[in-house]
């Protein structure tokens, strides 16, 4: 049996004694099949592993719970769930820049050479897209990778599914990361900012 099949035996499990829910499912199952034959089987199978994540980590308050610490500089493989239009969703890299309270600051990231090479780069492509920052191929990744910083989000760690690769905070990389987050956020008030902290 596949994971994909897994996944769906899962969803078909017995709802306990909760009858509310056993008298709904037969409808809630029409109207899922009738949103999934809307979708192709890429997005099919994303959206059945965001749910069935979902339904395995609700209750937990961060991953560390389940095996899987994370730290700052952390780039790690995340389910963000289902996106509308222009959002990332479903199973995505993130680059973590923050953790506050169990919660991280994610720039959601990806390997498409589109994107790579859309994005702004002072030197080689100072026309770029500055919503998107390249950075190149970090640790044992496969490939170079580039940031959606107009994608930052923070969401609870159980969403992590593995980590695979570090940044070094300490690296003048990582500071323009969050630089370069700032100023996508904030606009003018990070040049604000910078004269600030640089007088």
């Known amino acids: 049996m596949n994971e994909f099949d897994k996944k769906a035996l899962y969803l078909k499990n017995p709802l306990g004694d909760n009858s509310m829910a056993r008298y709904l499912w037969p409808s809630y199952l029409d109207t899922r099949e009738s949103i999934y034959n809307l979708l192709d089987a890429e997005h099919c199978e994303q959206n059945l592993i965001s749910e069935v994540n979902w339904a395995d980590r609700k209750k937990y308050t961060g991953s560390r719970e389940f095996g899987i610490p994370v730290k700052v500089g952390d780039i790690c493989y995340i389910d963000y769930g289902q996106a509308y239009l222009n959002e990332i969703g479903y199973q995505h890299f993130g680059l973590i820049v923050s953790i ?80 370069r987050v700032l100023e996508t956020i904030f606009n003018k008030e990070a040049e604000m900012f910078e004269v600030v902290h640089t007088a």
Request: hydrophobic fraction near 35%.
């Open 100 to 179: 506050t309270e169990g919660k991280m600051f994610v720039v959601p990231m990806t390997s498409n050479t589109v994107q790579y090479a859309k994005a702004y780069d002072p030197v080689s492509n100072p026309t770029g897209r500055k919503h998107l920052m390249r950075l190149g191929q970090i640790g044992e990744m496969n490939k170079p990778s580039v940031l959606f910083l107009n994608d930052v989000k923070y969401l609870n760690t159980s969403r992590v599914i593995r980590k695979v690769a570090h940044m070094d905070t300490r690296r003048e990389l990582f500071w323009s990361v969050k630089t």
